[in-house]
């Protein structure tokens, strides 16, 4: 791994690989709760990869985890917790808009505010700056919508006076390695509203895909109806 940089500053990815490390060992039996729990602490404690190498040195993993890795997956959880700063840390919308959308940054927390208009921050095909992130969210007479990605856990702390927090997703898990996203804050006669939605991509992709079996069918029905114009004579005896 990396015993010739011990003091090289590890990333919230490197953490989560050892983490996940932990996740199987314990399924496996090779610790118990108690060893586990220590562990991991101690991996989301680390900051350097001498911290972290020992965690798992005596663990079936093709000897000690290489923390040192090329880039990950595009799209995967672990390449889009960037660190960092965030691209946008505030939305105003007063008897206006704003729209936070595309590919952007998420900051560990980003507070916007709304009167007399509305906001809508999409996180589909966001970034984040840590795993853990805040949206504080203040509408007066406006509106918010937060839009999350399928994996994404969401947890909604608002307090609503004539208005109120969307929390129909709370309590969904989220996948290994996916950010948190903590929506708190203030509506009164307004709304916080949050939806889960599939990133435009994969929205595409999934419209090619039944576009494609729907032509496919069309072209099967087209070759039984040929094929049954040319039977030759006396097959239905």
Same mark, same amino acid.
């Given at each position: 791994?990396?015993?010739?940089?011990?003091?090289?500053?590890?990333?919230d990815?490197?953490r989560?690989?050892?983490?996940?490390?932990?996740?199987?060992?314990?399924?496996?039996?090779r610790l118990?709760?108690e060893?586990?729990?220590e562990?991991?602490?101690?991996?989301?404690?680390?900051?350097?990869?001498?911290?972290?190498?020992?965690?798992?040195?005596?663990?079936?993993?093709?000897?000690?985890?290489?923390?040192?890795?090329?880039? /990950?997956?595009?799209?995967?959880?672990?390449?889009?917790?960037?660190?960092?700063?965030?691209?946008?840390?505030?939305?105003?919308?007063?008897?206006?808009g704003? /729209?936070?959308?595309?590919?952007?940054?998420?900051?560990?927390?980003?507070?916007?505010?709304?009167?007399?208009?509305?906001?809508e921050?999409?996180?589909?095909?966001?970034?984040?700056?840590?795993?853990?992130?805040?949206?504080?969210c203040?509408?007066?007479?406006?509106?918010?919508?937060?839009?999350?990605?399928?994996?994404?856990?969401?947890?909604?702390?608002?307090?609503?006076?004539?208005?109120?927090?969307?929390?129909?997703?709370?309590?969904?898990?989220?996948?290994?390695?996916?950010?948190?996203?903590?929506?708190?804050?203030?509506?009164?006669?307004?709304?916080v509203?949050?939806?889960?939605?599939?990133?435009?991509?994969?929205?595409r992709?999934?419209?090619?895909?039944?576009?494609? /079996?729907?032509?496919?069918?069309?072209?099967r029905?087209?070759?039984?109806?040929?094929?049954?114009?040319?039977?030759?004579?006396?097959?239905?005896?």
């Amino acid at each position: 791994m990396t015993e010739e940089l011990p003091e090289l500053r590890a990333s919230d990815a490197d953490r989560e690989r050892v983490a996940e490390i932990l996740r199987e060992a314990l399924a496996e039996g090779r610790l118990d709760m108690e060893e586990f729990g220590e562990r991991l602490d101690a991996t989301y404690k680390a900051r350097t990869y001498g911290e972290l190498t020992p965690i798992t040195r005596d663990l079936p993993v093709a000897g000690t985890v290489n923390l040192v890795k090329g880039p /990950e997956p595009d799209g995967s959880w672990a390449s889009r917790i960037t660190g960092g700063e965030g691209t946008s840390s505030l939305g105003v919308a007063v008897m206006s808009g704003f /729209e936070r959308k595309g590919r952007w940054t998420v900051p560990r927390r980003f507070n916007c505010f709304a009167f007399w208009g509305g906001g809508e921050i999409d996180l589909r095909e966001a970034n984040f700056a840590d795993r853990e992130v805040v949206i504080n969210c203040v509408a007066i007479m406006g509106g918010i919508n937060v839009v999350v990605p399928p994996g994404v856990e969401v947890s909604t702390r608002g307090i609503g006076v004539m208005g109120g927090f969307d929390q129909r997703e709370d309590g969904i898990p989220g996948d290994p390695g996916a950010p948190r996203v903590i929506i708190t804050g203030f509506a009164f006669w307004g709304g916080v509203g949050v939806e889960r939605k599939l990133p435009r991509a994969e929205r595409r992709r999934l419209r090619e895909e039944r576009r494609q /079996e729907k032509l496919q069918g069309k072209q099967r029905q087209a070759l039984d109806k040929h094929g049954s114009h040319h039977r030759p004579y006396g097959d239905d005896d």
